[in-house]
């Protein structure tokens, strides 16, 4: 069973930084394109930046591009997310999720998921 497990969430104060990770099990993250999404408390699930199979291409969604960057270690079967500068919009439960589709950064075209991990951005 495919399990992706997130970490490096927590409290930290508006301005500030965390490197969130995403380890992969019983499955080659070399061969998926790996993401990162976020949900608010009372908000549709929004993707945040994705990572192809080679790490050749990134993809950022506006809101957090210039201060988030996305990277993977794929000897290692992890993702990472980088955020700095954060902001309370920011405040969210983060996901990591997997697909063997290329560029795509719809939710719905991943096909696993972790369980989440949770940041909050204190102003």
């Known amino acids: 069973q495919v399990q992706l497990v997130e970490s490096g969430g927590e409290l930290v104060q508006a301005g500030g930084s965390l490197r969130l990770s995403c380890a992969a099990s019983?499955?080659?993250?070399?061969?998926?394109?790996m993401g990162w999404f976020r949900q608010a408390t009372g908000k549709e699930r929004e993707f945040v930046a994705a990572?192809?199979?080679?790490?050749?291409?990134?993809y950022y969604a506006d809101s957090v591009k210039g201060r988030f960057t996305i990277s993977r270690d794929n000897a290692k079967n992890t993702v990472y997310l980088q955020m700095n500068s954060l902001k309370p919009e920011d405040t969210a439960v983060y996901y990591c999720?997997?697909?063997?589709?290329?560029?795509?950064?719809?939710?719905?075209?991943?096909?696993?998921w972790g369980q989440g991990t949770q940041v909050t951005v204190s102003s």
């Open positions: 999720a997997a697909t063997p589709l290329a560029s795509t950064v719809v939710a719905g075209r991943f096909r696993y």
């Open positions: 019983r499955l080659t993250a070399s061969s998926y394109t």
């Open positions: 990572i192809s199979w080679s790490a050749g291409s990134t």
